[in-house]
């Protein structure tokens, strides 16, 4: 069955550092999105991206985050000054067309010290 | 915004035991979902909605649709060790730019076999 990936599974930053989060949506799926997961709280959303533009972001997703989707094929989500409270679970999903049902990848658990 | 109220936050039941969990919403939803998070995973879809008023089972699992949109419950019979884990139930709106998911805070589910 086809699935979302993501990479790093795990990554451990330096406060103030750039991380980038990498995800493989599945291929022919058109709608792509970020959310979040702090340990012990619930999956929050951060964006959604469809034809090459973001389309919605939450209150989390602020100056100090980006998107993009460089080669088609990836979906990144970078962080350009993390700080202590990024950390958490990073999830990507997509979605075929709207009305289906959107896939979660596996998660990247991010820890900023 | 929308938001989803879940309910009971944990249970601690015996193997063997059936197992109900409820979410609640003043915001009406297209779809309905129920998803199970492993540790340190993503959420998996256990179950879909999509009609008001619908019962749909997936094995031991069977959850409802609230015939205002608004509320949906899942069940689990006769638990099983492996049942353990966090559900979360998920309202979904069909935007002009794709779906958008809202997470309820999840159930977290023990079992003690």
């Known amino acids: 069955e086809p699935e979302v990936t993501q990479t790093p599974s795990h990554q451990v930053t330096q406060m103030g550092q750039e991380v980038i989060l990498r995800c493989v949506p599945i291929?022919?799926?058109?709608?792509f999105y970020w959310y979040r997961q702090i340990l012990g709280q619930k999956v929050e959303f951060l964006v959604s991206?469809?034809?090459?533009?973001?389309?919605?972001k939450s209150e989390i997703f602020d100056d100090q985050f980006s998107v993009e989707r460089p080669d088609g094929s990836n979906f990144t989500l970078k962080i350009r000054s993390t700080k202590l409270e990024d950390s958490a679970m990073y999830f990507c999903?997509?979605?075929?067309?709207?009305?289906?049902?959107?896939?979660f990848g596996e998660g990247s658990w991010l820890t900023v010290v | 915004g929308q938001q989803l109220n879940q309910s009971p936050q944990s249970m601690f039941i015996q193997e063997g035991e059936d197992v109900s969990m409820n979410c609640t919403s003043s915001?009406?939803?297209?779809?309905w979902l129920w998803y199970k998070q492993d540790p340190g995973e993503g959420p998996v879809l256990l179950i879909a909605?999509?009609?008001?008023?619908e019962l749909t089972s997936n094995g031991r699992l069977t959850a409802q649709f609230g015939i205002t949109r608004k509320d949906s419950f899942l069940n689990i019979s006769a638990s099983i060790p492996s049942d353990v884990g966090i559900y979360f139930c998920?309202?979904?709106?069909?935007?002009?730019?794709?779906?958008?998911?809202?997470f309820g805070a999840g159930t977290i589910l023990r079992v003690k076999s």
């Open positions: 999903a997509s979605l075929w067309m709207s009305g289906n049902t959107i896939y």
């Open positions: 991206f469809y034809n090459n533009e973001i389309s919605e």
């Open positions: 998920a309202g979904q709106l069909e935007m002009e730019y794709g779906n958008k998911l809202v």
């Open positions: 291929s022919n799926h058109l709608y």
């Open positions: 909605l999509y009609k008001a008023g």
């Open positions: 915001s009406i939803f297209n779809t």
